[in-house]
């Protein structure tokens, strides 16, 4: 298992991590200008030097010489920090003064009295060298004369100015990362009181969140809460409701039960006893279809809660098998039973066990409320879209009452049977959660009885077979 990260740890390195990188960037930056215009300045200071040895190269009757004295010579190499080397040579004569030592780029490379600029390395020590090929008049020999200077002076310098642009940055760096850690922590405070909120909430207070104070970012999480609180609070008032209605329905039944158990304790003869005896069996009857129907219920609730897994499902097969189930039960009646659907298969996706249910309370309510001999005829169509068809030719269902038959353990006043107005509240639940839609038609045009249609949505539901 993943451990869960910290949105404040992902927060501040989303944001200290860029910024650092932009202080070291800076710094790099910093310390090669640095070194730019140090080597600059002190570029100069060499380039000035070597043209004044220049000065002192001469020419006489086509001959090349340089002379300095040696006074001279201390005054140029005298400096309290840094090393001073220079180097006078001919194309002609070769070396003719300074320290032989002193690396020098190849005569023929150069233009003359343009300055070369390099790096090398004399006794040990890394130098600056300036380069100038000069041809003194009336001579045509290229003399080149070269001054170095160890790098003392210029490290100094760039450490100074390091050290007067980088520290700087790093408290810069320091007071902004400061910012940005109580800058995090006062952005995410609203949704630690939200926390300490929702902890401190009795498990039966559904009311909504306020939301005056909090900002616009974790408004959408309090819409969400508020939405699911408001959705829970309408699932448990349904649940309490549901399990209110559904006791009251199981006493009355039970309380028949045990008036005629004790009715057939109390029986002095069989015929009493066996009067009773019918009486407990049509009570338990009774009991054994509402807790059957309590508990489709149920499924059909836990069903819509979840991400439905439904398979295909032949509504032709499942209708037919349903309706010979039933035959006996319309047999009693003396009522006939028909069956309509097409030869080849019609798929669905679906749940099976619910579907057959839906089936089986809309048979159920067929043979109960339908005239005694009369007819009841199922029906499957496939175009123009899919739909599972139950008429009957009973008394029919009033416009008024057609609006309220779906209500749980709603019974229409003074209708026969002895259901518990929870068979078409099971159809309407378990064609929901098919996405389907229920339709009925009854009376109208000189017809009787009641047509019921569960029409399923062509685009999300049936199976092209």
Same mark, same amino acid.
């Given at each position: 298992m993943n451990k869960p990260q910290s949105l404040r740890a992902q927060l501040l390195s989303k944001l200290t991590l860029p910024l650092l990188f932009v202080v070291l960037l800076d710094a790099a !930056?910093?310390?090669?200008?640095? =070194?730019?215009?140090?080597?600059? !300045?002190y570029d100069r200071w060499l380039l000035d030097s070597v043209k004044s040895l220049t000065q002192e190269v001469h020419a006489q009757q086509n001959?090349?010489?340089?002379e300095?004295?040696?006074i001279a010579v201390e005054v140029f190499r005298w400096d309290d920090v840094d090393k001073t080397f220079f180097k006078v040579e001919s194309q002609a004569e070769g070396f003719m003064a300074g320290d032989a030592d002193l690396p020098s780029p190849v005569i023929n490379t150069l233009t003359s009295n343009e300055p070369f600029f390099s790096n090398g390395e004399i006794e040990g020590h890394e130098v600056r060298i300036v380069s100038v090929l000069t041809t003194p008049t009336p001579s045509s020999e290229h003399v080149l004369v070269s001054v170095a200077e160890t790098l003392n002076k210029r490290r100094s310098m760039m450490t100074e100015i390091l050290l007067a642009v980088v520290p700087p940055q790093f408290l810069l760096l320091f007071i902004v990362g400061f910012h940005v850690w109580t800058g995090v922590n006062r952005g995410l405070r609203p949704l630690n009181d939200l926390a300490a909120h929702l902890a401190e909430r009795s498990a039966r207070d559904f009311n909504p969140?306020?939301? !005056?104070?909090?900002?616009?970012?974790?408004?959408?999480?309090t819409h969400t809460i508020n939405d699911l609180l408001q959705r829970l609070g309408s699932t448990l008032i349904t649940q309490q409701r549901f399990i209110e209605n559904a006791a009251h329905q199981l006493r009355t039944p039970l309380a028949g039960l045990k008036l005629q158990a004790e009715r057939?304790?109390?029986?002095?003869?069989?015929? #009493? =006893? &066996?009067a009773a005896l019918g009486h407990i069996k049509n009570a338990a009857d009774r009991v054994a279809h509402l807790s059957t129907q309590l508990l489709v219920l149920a499924r059909s609730e836990s069903v819509s809660h979840s991400a439905p897994e439904f398979k295909p499902?032949?509504?032709? &097969?499942?209708?037919?098998?349903s309706c010979m189930d039933w035959v006996t039960r319309a047999l009693d009646r003396n009522i006939e039973l028909g069956f309509d659907a097409p030869d080849a298969?019609? =798929?669905? #996706?679906?749940?099976?066990v619910l579907l057959r249910e839906l089936l089986s309370n809309l048979l159920d309510n067929a043979i109960c409320y339908g005239n005694s001999g009369g007819h009841i005829n199922v029906g499957v169509r496939a175009l123009p879209h899919l739909a599972l068809i139950v008429e009957d030719d009973g008394p029919g269902i009033s416009i008024i009452e057609q609006e309220k038959i779906f209500e749980r353990f709603y019974r229409i006043q003074g209708s026969q049977g002895e259901g518990c107005g929870l068979g078409l509240a099971i159809v309407k639940e378990i064609a929901d959660l098919h996405a389907a839609r229920v339709t009925v038609v009854s009376g109208g045009q000189g017809r009787q009885g009641t047509r019921f249609e569960i029409v399923f949505n062509a685009d999300e539901s049936v199976i092209n077979s």
């Open positions: !930056a910093s310390y090669f200008v640095a =070194m730019h215009y140090t080597d600059l !300045a001959h090349v010489t340089f300095l004295p040696p969140i306020l939301d !005056a104070d909090v900002p616009l970012e974790v408004r959408s999480l057939a304790l109390g029986a002095d003869n069989p015929e #009493a =006893m &066996k499902v032949d509504l032709v &097969k499942l209708a037919r098998e298969a019609v =798929m669905v #996706a679906g749940d099976a």
